[in-house]
């Protein structure tokens, strides 16, 4: 029965990083895969991580199955994190958690929830957007389409355009809007943005979904939810899928939450049940050790305080990196300019590298990047930056 298949195409992040990994050259970049390095190039375990799972450790009793929604600690603490403890959301129960593995698993659960239970038609998605976006909605049988996002001339949102396209989607479809850090591009939306954006998916009754995978990445943990908190005040109805992979480093451990906010309470709980249903249906309940390390983290005062140093230590290093990657391209003598990079938010930038520039990158000089031109800027630290510079002038300047 399997002899006739044929082989899927690699995906094009995870199986660049295959390719990236039997790649002999010792001098070898991979700015594919959205994963923090620090200075060494290392991915590290997080101080305040390595002191929950301590904790933990001492502490922990049973390794018994979890309810379906999950940790009730780790929602609580997540619809905290998400819309502050004093937000009239939480005082009214009208927001309801259930937690995932990652922030892909928060995607597909909404999915099938909205296929099973809606009568969505379409789910819109910015042009550009992360490759597995499309992937996860329509393997849940629902179709997409895109709205502009970017303008390439400009290294800067295509505001009017992605405005005009939300104001004429049909009432009752999915929208798809990037929390912040905007991946692939790095370009965010500004407060006034986020507030006509808000005020038209109300009036067109479009359902947001917030992919919420970088929260504290780009500017800071309270700062970097303006558009959901503009969303929360024009919206009855929206899904928030949020990621600890990146703001605490448990990308292994699949730590995620899909959060869901109505206009009532009980439409809140009718909903829940519903995401039970799909989440049963899928992988019955979630994995215990990393959403234990999260609650521990947020509802221990010290122990925060800790994570959120860890945090804007490493959206400055990320910060940082854009800024030496700009001034040492322009040691190296290219014209090109590429400032732009220094003022975008988050792990990736759209460097504009053209696919031909992309695979001489790679075949040349063993430096790997996202065909499409997206780079991790995460993945640049300052031993490999002049090696990286230096191949990018050589491919630039042929």
Known sequence: MFDSLVAAP??????????????PNPRKVNLGVGVYKDAQGHTPVLASVKRAEEMLLRVE??????????????????????????????????????????????????????????????????DPTWPNHPNVFQAAGLKTATYPYFDKQRNSVDFAAML???????????????????????VDLDRTQWRAIAEVVAARGLLPIVDFAYQGFADGLDEDATGLNELTRHCPDLLIA??????????????????????????????????KRVIRANYSNPPAHGAAIVATVLNDSALRSTWEAEVREMRDRINTMRHLFVETLHEKGVDQ??????????????????PEQVKALRERHAVYVVGSGRISVAGMTEGNMDYLCTALADVLTR
């Open 242 to 275: 949020s990621s600890y992979s990146k703001n605490f480093g448990l990308y292994s451990e699949r730590v995620g939450a899909l959060t869901l906010v109505a206009a009532t309470s009980d439409a809140a709980a009718t909903a829940l049940s519903h995401i």
């Open 164 to 186: 005009a396209a939300l104001q004429a989607a049909p009432t009752g479809d999915v929208v798809v809007l990037h929390g912040c850090c905007h991946n692939p591009t790095g």
């Open 10 to 23: 690699p995906d094009p992040i995870l199986g660049l990083t295959e390719t990236f990994k039997k790649d």
């Open 337 to 354: 300019d590429f400032s732009f990079i220094a003022r975008q938010r988050g792990m990736f930038s759209f460097s504009g590298l053209t």
């Open 61 to 126: 009793q049973t390794k018994n199955y979890l309810p379906i929604e999950g940790n009730a600690e780790f929602d609580a603490a997540t619809l905290t994190l998400l819309l502050g403890a004093d937000h009239a959301i939480l005082r009214e129960g009208r927001a309801v958690t259930t937690q995932a593995p990652g922030g892909t698993g928060a995607l597909r659960v909404a999915a099938d929830f909205i296929a099973s239970t809606l009568d969505a038609k379409t789910v819109w998605l910015s």
